[in-house]
């Protein structure tokens, strides 16, 4: 555990030092993903399905807010149900504005979490969506995750039905216009997946935010297994064509990714939760007070080891030895010449220090092993 | 308290740490939500609030025009079948009532949502100018210092 908590610290700093980069490169992979699916999906305007096309959106969608991504996609969505139909291209623009006017007029920041849901929807993981967005989000986020999901069952329904709504006889036009029509308003499959996914973000965000031991695991759980129930319990009244291992899959993966988001957002330690209580003039309080997990990076000491540098190694020879000790003895007899004898002390203590370090260096490098007999 | 300073010097000029922290709030409050709350607070709170408000309730009445429209292709055959005059009534008065709803709903919200936005942007252009006013006294100090 303590090692993955290190790891989660290095990611931190690591993000924290390029998270320019980071962000703009997920950005960059979004956009290839998202104008990726929709070219792939409902690519019927050949020159706006090419690779060229994806890939320059993606780039220039990458150097612009989020939002702009948004229109971006509407814009593409838009332009290939043109080619395919332009009474179609006329009620998708009329459902995108209708989502304008009613929930990204007042927040135009959080309609990238449009394309997060329709993206989910499109990579056949849609119960992710509730654990995340419960997790991470708040109650609101349920338009743009609705938002998200109509627009995709929009997509899928064009797709499916885009021999039918290609005839150019007046009446198939306006039958293909109609039946296209009801299908977004009234598709059952998409209600049902609204339905469930409004249900399990709520679920989970109600359960995240109570003060109970584990709550984002809890909620993670019971958001999931909601959905799948709700999925589940429609597509038999419904007699729809939801995957079943698809929504149990994605179920699993939604859980999984909770406590992914739990251990890099929400680590505390339960073993050491404190319940408080006490009083003022006017309220009791009833803290629970839980302390979060922290560990501090160990930090990589470099020790720079010098270049040796050479002593100079002073040997005393018996002249030497004389001369010191003649000066030694006229120190002691002569007082007077207090300096001279002082001076004299301090070259023999040096002297003696050097020595000394010499032959303990000698020793503990094993220099003088060669001279020294085998006991 | 001692004033912190950073870096080396340069020439006989130090950096000021408490002074930059100053310049790189402004300077990224600026960047960031700057342009729209010196335009939201150019505005009196009631009437920025009420302007937005009636802007949205054109837009809910554009926006219910749409999804009336779009209903009506969806269900409109079957509406319209066997219609008698009181059927219509009953019709055109539930389409009313489904839309003065919506016109209080978003009426509330509208107006509580962009009270909110007015006061918090107010907040944070004061806080802008008092940052501002306090590298104005920096700057001055020394001035007077260096004279």
């Known amino acids: 555990m303590s090692t993955l908590l290190v790891w989660r610290e290095k990611l931190q700093k690591i993000y924290a030092s390029y998270s320019v980069y980071i962000l703009k490169g997920l950005q960059f992979l979004m956009g290839l993903l998202l104008f990726g699916l929709i070219n792939s999906n409902i690519g019927f305007m050949e020159t706006a399905s090419s690779v060229f096309c994806t890939g320059g959106l993606a780039v220039i969608c990458t150097f612009f807010p989020m939002v702009v991504m948004v229109v971006a996609a509407a814009a593409l969505v838009l332009v290939h149900f043109y080619a395919l139909s332009m009474p179609i291209a006329a009620v998708s623009l009329v459902i995108f504005v209708i989502m304008y006017i009613f929930y990204f007029r007042f927040t135009p920041k959080k309609a990238w979490l449009l394309l997060v849901a329709a993206l989910a929807f499109a990579l056949k993981i849609p119960f992710v969506i509730p654990v995340v967005f419960g997790l991470l989000g708040t109650p609101v986020w349920i338009v743009p995750a609705a938002c998200g999901i109509i627009s995709y069952y929009m997509v899928s329904f064009v797709k499916a039905s885009a021999a039918a709504l290609r005839s150019t006889d007046s009446d198939s036009v306006v039958n293909g216009l109609m039946s296209f029509t009801k299908q977004v308003i009234t598709g059952p499959e998409m209600w049902l997946m609204v339905m469930a996914v409004v249900i399990g973000i709520l679920v989970v965000n109600v359960i995240r935010t109570r003060a109970i031991d584990h709550a984002w695991k809890i909620a993670s759980a019971a958001g999931a297994v909601v959905c799948l129930i709700i999925a589940a319990a429609g597509n038999i009244l419904l007699d729809g064509g939801v995957s079943y291992v698809e929504i149990c899959l994605s179920s699993v993966l939604g859980v999984a990714l909770g406590i992914v988001l739990e251990f890099l957002f929400f680590s505390v330690d339960y073993s050491r939760t404190e319940n408080i209580q006490f009083e003022d003039d006017e309220y009791y309080y009833y803290v629970k007070a839980v302390p979060k997990i922290g560990v501090s990076v160990p930090e990589k000491k470099v020790k720079h080891i010098t270049e040796h540098q050479p002593q100079e190694t002073v040997v005393i020879d018996e002249k030497t030895q004389g001369v010191l000790a003649s000066r030694a003895a006229a120190q002691g007899k002569d007082s007077s010449s207090g300096s001279q004898a002082e001076t004299a002390a301090e070259d023999i203590d040096r002297n003696t220090d050097e020595i000394l370090l010499t032959r303990s260096l000698s020793r503990e490098l094993g220099l003088d092993q060669k001279g020294e007999k085998p006991r | ?147």
């Open chain 2, 1 to 147: 308290m001692d004033k912190q300073y950073i870096g080396r010097t340069c020439g006989n000029v130090m950096l000021d740490q408490k002074k930059i922290r100053l310049m790189t709030r402004t300077a990224i409050y600026e960047k960031r939500a700057g342009e729209e709350d010196f335009k939201i607070t150019s505005y009196y709170q009631k009437d920025y609030s009420s302007l937005n408000t009636w802007t949205t309730l054109i837009w809910i009445t554009v926006g219910f025009v749409l999804a009336a429209g779009l209903f009506f292709l969806c269900g409109g055959e079957d509406l319209l079948e066997g219609i008698t005059i009181l059927k219509l009534l009953i019709l055109m008065a539930v389409a009313v009532g489904l839309y003065l709803v919506l016109l209080i709903v978003y009426g509330i919200g509208a107006g509580a949502f962009y009270r909110k936005k007015y006061t918090r942007a107010k907040r944070r252009v004061k806080r802008y100018l008092r940052d501002l006013s306090r590298l104005e006294k920096m700057n001055s100090k020394k001035e007077i210092s260096r004279s």
